[in-house]
């Protein structure tokens, strides 16, 4: 689907104020506030706009992602697969891939142990139907605007996220707001203050302090890229020269089809994420072979199918 020019406006402004209201992107857009509201819903409906996510960068514990290949997974299994994973309190994003691995998630995890247990239960529960897995533990997330909003693919911001903070909110009803946030990044202090029992007005004071604190880094709309006609790729790197990532990380910052990198400990020390035209994927691993190459021990290039759940913080 090819978004007109006026979904595209709103768009790029939510992809640089999450929290603007309709008044504030009806002035922007020259269009009232209603018709805003109205094109926003249809949006959603429509689920070009998956969600809205906050990024938190906090201590509630430790961020992992698995990478699974299949053995003889059959379809009934699979699906029961999906749905046990989907249900699984410490899991915040999970995706059915194409590549040499199968799926792909994300898990949030207060320390090693609760994470090995974790993943102890998966592998005995379905561990027989894969043929091979890695565990890798994620160290710092970097996230640009959505570069394919604009024209030339601009890079105009991008947040950058320690998951070794060890900040901790400093009571349970700064760590409810967080929640619902992470929920809805547009949520109105109203809503927020009917979760938590507060006002409007202390709602509002206590996201200020939230992000004074550094527990918020920023907010993201979340859109279905296969919706405007592109594809969603992983890319996993493992590096021969670790002096070469600082250089990698830097390029890909910048880069017109990056949207983010992620840096890890496990077998693969980062990857890029890559939201482009799906003819484009070639020439842009061409590029990257290209450039860093001689540094590169081993990759893999990973399709993101179908996203089964997103919920940054459970």
């Given at each position: 689907m090819e978004l007109n020019l006026k979904d595209l406006k709103i768009l790029r402004i939510l992809d640089q104020n999450v929290r603007a209201s309709?008044?504030?992107i009806g002035k922007k857009t020259r269009l009232n506030k209603e018709v805003v509201q109205y094109r926003i819903k249809k949006l959603e409906e429509e689920q070009i706009i998956k969600g809205y996510w906050t990024l938190i960068n906090f201590g509630f514990g430790f961020v992992y992602k698995i990478l699974i290949k299949n053995k003889n997974l059959a379809k009934e299994k699979k699906q029961e697969f999906i749905e046990y994973v989907k249900n699984q309190k410490m899991v915040s994003w999970f995706a059915s891939t194409e590549g040499n691995f199968d799926f792909i998630m994300t898990i949030y995890a207060k320390n090693d142990h609760e994470l090995v247990t974790f993943s102890n239960d998966?592998?005995?529960k379905y561990g027989k139907y894969f043929q091979e897995k890695h565990l890798l533990k994620s160290i710092s997330v970097n996230i640009t605007n959505d570069k394919y909003l604009y024209p030339n693919n601009k890079f105009i911001y991008n947040y950058k996220i320690s998951l070794l903070s060890g900040k901790i909110p400093k009571n349970k009803i700064d760590e409810?707001?967080?929640t619902s946030l992470s929920l809805n990044a547009r949520s109105s202090?109203?809503?927020i203050g009917k979760k938590v029992n507060l006002t409007p007005?202390?709602?509002?004071?206590?996201?200020?302090?939230?992000?004074?604190e550094g527990f918020i880094t920023g907010f993201k709309t979340r859109l279905n890229f296969e919706k405007i006609g592109l594809s969603y790729y992983h890319l996993f790197i493992s590096l021969q020269n670790q002096e070469s990532k600082k250089t990698i990380l830097s390029y890909y910052k910048l880069y017109s089809h990056c949207n983010s990198t992620m840096e890890h400990l496990g077998y693969y020390d980062l990857h890029l994420e890559f939201i482009l035209p799906n003819e484009k994927i070639q020439e842009t691993i061409d590029d990257f072979?290209?450039?860093f190459g001689d540094s590169v021990t081993s990759y893999e290039l990973i399709r993101i199918r179908e996203e089964h759940l997103i919920?940054?913080?459970?």
């Open positions: 309709y008044k504030q998966i592998f005995q409810e707001i967080l202090f109203t809503e007005e202390a709602v509002a004071y206590r996201i200020k302090k939230i992000k004074e072979m290209l450039k919920n940054i913080l459970r």
